[in-house]
């Protein structure tokens, strides 16, 4: 398909620069065959069956971007994914005037040294870098040094703040390695977990660890010519039975968000029976995939042009995506990562 066909105008004051407070505060559009409807996110147990089981992705953002300075020059970092033993790959602003040997430094000149070597400069423009120091030496330096990696489009005079680092973090994340966060998870608070538990909604727990790649614009024209990043995601052998006897009993599957419902696809059999996974997925969901697994999917709204809008137009249908996102527009809701959300039901499902 033509990337064009995925575009639409958004006015920039609808993009979100702060979250709801608190955070099931968010507006809630639900799109189904019957329409459309306007909700809340705290109204999703009334929204949901008993027996529905609800997948989360509880990867945990670190403090990835990072500030440095080439001997006077300073460079911004975006770390985006680890390769082991204090090896990364990053998004660098600045990167052009880096070279291999280059040495980044990112403490103050008063500080304890903190500080990586270039590798390499990589044809998908991003960089190879070594760290001086790796496990909990380099954890706890990102700690000190490193701030959130909040997307582009969210615009911080002075970079992310403190209160960023905590709410741009979902209230169950226990697995580091994200380098942005699973946003429709932002939406979610002990109060909604209770509800959801007394309407009888379960909750599942996988791994996808969010690349800084899922901000990057698509540079083709054509959908079928553009590469997918790749990022790590686990579903143990628990996660996956549990899904499976939920299917069983008629509860439906709720991906809640686009890396949950990935890493379900990914795992999932030709006969939608999900298997354990632990590995690495580039999966690329356009129109005409047949989705094996998911039967709901609750999501933030998305870029123009982006493989994530154009994931939501596989599972309920461009022109009802485009539709729906008209209607948002019209009614005020926010967009993108601090932004409200929708619930989808999928093209011919039921209401």
């Given at each position: 398909m033509r990337v064009a066909d995925f575009d639409f105008a958004l006015p920039r004051s609808l993009i979100a620069a702060q979250p709801a407070e608190p955070r099931d505060a968010a507006r809630l559009l639900v799109v189904d065959r019957k329409?459309?409807?306007?909700?809340?996110?705290?109204?999703l147990p009334d929204l949901l069956r008993r027996g529905d089981v609800m997948v989360f992705n509880d990867t945990r953002v670190i403090p990835a971007r990072l500030a440095g300075r080439r001997r006077a020059a300073r460079v911004e970092l975006t770390l985006h994914r680890r390769l082991g033993d204090g090896?990364?790959?990053?998004?660098?602003?600045?990167?052009?005037?880096?070279?291999?040997?280059?040495?980044?430094?990112?403490?103050?000149?008063t500080e304890p040294?903190?500080?990586?070597?270039?590798?390499?400069?990589?044809?998908?423009?991003?960089?190879?870098?070594?760290f001086d120091r790796d496990g909990e030496d380099l954890r706890a330096a990102l700690e000190r040094h490193g701030t959130a990696p909040l997307?582009?489009?969210?615009?911080?005079?002075?970079?992310?703040?403190?209160?960023?680092?905590?709410?741009?973090?979902?209230?169950?994340?226990?697995?580091?390695?994200?380098?942005?966060a699973p946003t429709a998870g932002?939406?979610?608070?002990?109060?909604?977990?209770?509800?959801?538990?007394?309407?009888?909604?379960?909750?599942?727990?996988?791994?996808?660890?969010?690349?800084?790649?899922?901000?990057?614009p698509v540079k083709v024209d054509d959908t079928r010519e553009h590469r997918m990043h790749s990022e790590t995601a686990i579903l143990d052998d628990s996660a996956a039975e549990?899904?499976?006897?939920?299917?069983?009993?008629?509860?439906?599957?709720?991906?809640?968000?686009t890396t949950s419902l990935r890493l379900i696809e990914t795992a999932a059999d030709e006969n939608g029976t999900v298997r354990p996974f632990a590995g690495d997925t580039d999966i690329f969901i356009t129109p005409g995939y047949r989705f094996k697994a998911v039967d709901l999917l609750?999501?933030?709204?998305?870029?123009?042009?982006?493989?994530?809008?154009?994931?939501?137009?596989?599972?309920?249908?461009?022109?009802?995506?485009?539709?729906?996102?008209?209607?948002?527009?019209?009614?005020?809701?926010?967009?993108?990562?601090?932004?409200?959300?929708?619930?989808?039901?999928?093209?011919?499902?039921?209401?």
């Open positions: 329409g459309l409807a306007d909700r809340g996110v705290a109204d090896l990364w790959l990053a998004f660098a602003k600045g990167a052009r005037r880096l070279r291999p040997g280059d040495r980044l430094d990112f403490a103050a000149p040294s903190f500080g990586a070597e270039i590798l390499a400069k990589n044809p998908e423009g991003d960089v190879s870098l070594r997307p582009p489009y969210i615009e911080r005079e002075a970079g992310a703040t403190a209160e960023d680092r905590l709410r741009y973090q979902t209230i169950y994340a226990a697995r580091e390695g994200a380098v942005a932002l939406h979610f608070t002990e109060r909604l977990f209770k509800a959801l538990d007394a309407a009888g909604v379960e909750r599942v727990m996988v791994t996808l660890h969010v690349g800084a790649g899922t901000f990057l549990r899904i499976n006897a939920a299917r069983r009993r008629g509860g439906r599957v709720v991906a809640v968000g609750l999501t933030n709204f998305h870029l123009p042009r982006s493989t994530l809008f154009m994931l939501v137009s596989a599972f309920s249908g461009l022109e009802r995506m485009k539709s729906a996102y008209e209607h948002a527009i019209r009614e005020g809701y926010r967009f993108y990562s601090y932004g409200d959300a929708c619930l989808l039901h999928p093209v011919g499902g039921p209401a």
